[in-house]
């Protein structure tokens, strides 16, 4: 009760916070007397004050309970003493309590408390009140009032020690605000304070923002320098990982994978996601071994571990992508998706799995696995991309009908997918290989507009060309061929686009476009898969165009190159043809029997033996050309390829001479199909074959059913010319000269245009229709001045002429056909003659008596043989007796009438009396006449013979008969009985001559004399 017993009992407790160490127990216990036992006490406030300094410590040293008695009684001396002088200790400690016994609210209030009191405004502990409040507040999430608070420290507490520290919180909370790159730049501003103790943390935070900022590289150097200026900072394990993942996701792959290593050194709990993270840069860097020993390590040591399945996962992707380890991949990835069946990754893992076996083509390997994924994950992320690799291995295993229902549902299901267009062109795809070809372009055409990607766009057009082409549509289908290589010229099928475009121009008949087409498609795609078929087509365009020379090069490229490509026995059969279609028969027979032989079982055999027949018999292998007609109708092949290969039998007998075969070859030909678009050819060979027989009416009958069923055939020009022949030979020549008209109408040019007209000439010269056969012959030689029949041409002109006794102009002719045959032995030795003959009486006619005797002067030593050397002695004499020369001219009468008895010899014998008359030879004169009179045949001679001996009767009566008027009486009586004699002779032998009643009216006046 002694008045200084609270004072003692205060000053007990301030000795026990003296002592060291202090004991803030037994402190605690005075404070605590002094403050229950006497509440008056003037120190109360010092006491309260000290009391829960001591309760606070005592919870600081362990006993944490105390933080809240300690928080009493800091909360009773504020309320006590609100204007007391230890008013901003006790809220201060009232937070710092409160903060330490985790209830931040309150300590939040406390602290608070001190900053809003403006009487405390000059307090030493605003400033620690104002940190206090801020990193509560931090803690607490409520960065907006901490950074209020911190603005308010760092312009009240300057020359805090704590400014550098709430700078760098000041930095978080901007941070935490989002204004990222103020933040970075605050962060970096402290950590460049030199000595500043939290430099690590400012530096992790500002890698922190600059990592958020995606500036990975910068984030990267900038958690790297933590561990290697901070080697013993808190943060050097976490900047080290966060290192690692920066450079990772900034793709500088080896430092990441250095970071990532010194990590997995450390063999903390980082570890396992730092193998995983190794094990992906080396898969990325093409290192899948190592990445998989990386991976496979570090599984074993990751048990419990969140990177566990991760790792499983690395192994088996590892191993997918070493070329000889997939398929052990597909059994990692199953174990995985088996053992781990809830994680996330299993769906992958699954998928996975299936996507191998579809890479590795064991389709129906990854089919079970795609029923096993939609049963168990129906709705997962991957769902689609499984349900494609369903669709292909369908597709893959010509299950088209269901890889359309996949692709269907993958359109439909999925329109935002971003592979949808892939599943739209592949829908496509599996509808065109069902040949659903309508279906196909009803599903693209719509499509298209909506397809980004050159790649899809040139895809979905080549399946609409492809589709187009396949139903007979070449328009439709060159036009998207077109617009699939305007998509992209190089996209993964541009050869095979190419190809396809080749051939629906070809489909147009636009024969340079298509070549031109595959040209490209072999100069700008060397490696393509499709260069067999690609210069197989080369070769089918060429042969189309008549090239054959090109197509059995391109042909022989395909047999050269691609010896096992379906192609070759075609384009080994091509190139027979093409042999074949240049006349190289040899060659093309032994092509063709490269296909008979080294693939005795292909469907082209029976052709290639009927090309081979072709061949053979071009060689003169008629024998055999027959054994392989003979082998190819024995395959019964179809009427028309039937009728081909008698047509060749047949000529083959032909060429063997073996007409009765031949004709009934022909003949049964034409019976089993009447109508044989070669039957022109047939009746043409008809014709010949009995010709040959020498059965000219069943030739005649053929070459007029040519003629009259296939008159626009090119051969029936020449039916007509032989039918012109068998109506010549019977000497029908009006109606001979009708055929020859049309054969000549109808060959137009050529040898049988010449042969033609050239007959027709002859045929109207033997009907004397002169002046036609003039214009024939004219026109003959004027086409033809070359051709065969030039020089007989000409000649026939002349003779045309000159039976039309147009002797000026026949002269001429002569004169040019003269040119061409002289000295040529080829030509007929009659026309020779003839020509000789009638060239010098052309001339004696226009009196060019010098020219005749050129022309008949060296006949008789030229054709001494000749029929006609009596008649060119005779013209010579004419010529000679026109020219004066007497002598000569009897000489060559003489001859004359010497080597003729006919007609000719009389003639000249006749010539010869009046030679003889002119010089008053009289008695000479009648002797040559006399010998004309009653030689040559006297009263049996031909009628062309008896008009000479007519004239000559009345020349030797007159050569008495002018003698009688100056003749002596003596004489005058035998000289009027001699021409009476005479013209008796001319009025009784001869009484239908024209000089018979001149002879009678000579006989009246003699009898006048007697």
Known sequence: KDSLAPKAQHYLGVCYMQLQPPQYSQAAGAFGDVVKNHPKFEMLQDSLLNLGWCQYSLAQAGQQDLFATAAATFDTLAKQYPQGKYLDQALFYYGEARYAAGNREEAIKGYQAVVSNETLAKSPLRCDALYALGVTQEEMKDYASASKVYDVFLKDCADSKLVDEVRMRKAETVLQAGQLEEAAKMFASVAAIEGFPLADHAIFRQAFCASKLDKFAEAADLYAAIPTKYKE?????????????????????????????????????????????????????GKPAEAAKVAGDAVAGAEGSAWLVNLKLDNADALYEIPDQKAASVAAYLKLANEHADHELAPQALYNAAFTELELKNFDSALPHVTTFLQKYPEHRLTPDVKYVGAEANLQLGKHAEAEKLYADLVASYPEHPQREQFTVRLGLSQYLQKAYDKTVATLTPQLAKLTTPDQVAEAQFLIGASQFYLDKPVEAVAALNASLSANAKWRQADETLLLLSRSLRKQNKLDEAIATVKKLIAEFPESGTLDQAHFRYGEYAYAADDFATAAAEYEKVAANWPESLFTPYAVYGKGWS???????????????????????????????????????????????????????????????????????????????????????????????????????????????????????????????????????????????????????????????????????????????????????????????????????????????????????????AESLFKLNQYADALAAFTAAQKLIAGDETTQPEIRQLLALHAGQSASQTKQYDQALKFLTPFPQQFPQSNYLAEAHYEIGWAQQNLNQTEPAFASYELAATKSRGEVGARARFMMGELKFAQKAYQEAIAEFQRCMFGYGAEQAPTEVKNWQAKSGYEAGRCADVRIKDAAAADRAGLISDATRYYEYVAQKHPEHELAKEAQKRLAELAKLK
Request: glycine residues 6%.
């Open 579 to 797: 042999q074949l279609k240049q006349a190289d028969y040899a060659a093309a027979a032994e092509s063709l029997t490269k296909v008979i032989t080294g693939s005795p079982q292909h469907p082209l055999v029976p052709e290639a033996r009927f090309a081979r027949s072709m061949c053979l018999r071009q060689t003169g292998k008629f024998d055999e050309a027959i054994a392989d007609a003979d082998a190819y109708l024995a395959t019964k092949p179809d009427v028309q390829q039937q009728s081909h290969a008698l047509y060749e039998r047949g000529m083959a007998y032909v060429g063997l001479k073996n007409y009765t075969e031949a004709v009934k070859t022909f003949e049964s030909l034409l019976a089993a199909n009447p109508d044989y678009a070669g039957g022109d050819k047939v009746l043409y060979e008809l014709g010949w074959a009995h010709k040959e027989l020498e059965q000219a009416e069943p030739a005649v009958a053929n070459f007029t059913k040519l003629a009259e069923k296939y008159p626009q055939s090119p051969l029936a020009a020449e039916a007509h010319f032989h039918i012109g022949e068998d109506l010549y030979g019977k000497m029908q020549y009006v109606a001979a000269g009708k055929e020859y008209e049309i054969a000549r109408q109808q060959a137009t040019l050529g040898e049988l245009n010449e042969k033609a007209t050239y007959k027709l000439g002859w045929a109207q010269f033997q009907a004397e229709e002169f002046a036609e056969s003039l214009k024939s012959f004219t026109d003959q030689v004027a086409k033809h001045p070359e051709g065969p029949l030039a020089k007989d041409g000409l000649f026939m002109k």
């Open 233 to 285: 900072s808190g943060y050097v394990a976490e900047a080290t990982m966060s290192a690692a993942r920066a450079y990772y996701r900034a793709e500088n792959y080896a430092d990441a994978a250095k970071w990532f290593q010194a990590t997995l050194a450390a063999k903390g709990e980082d570890a396992p996601e730092a193998a995983h993270w190794i094990a992906r840069i080396l898969i990325r860097d």
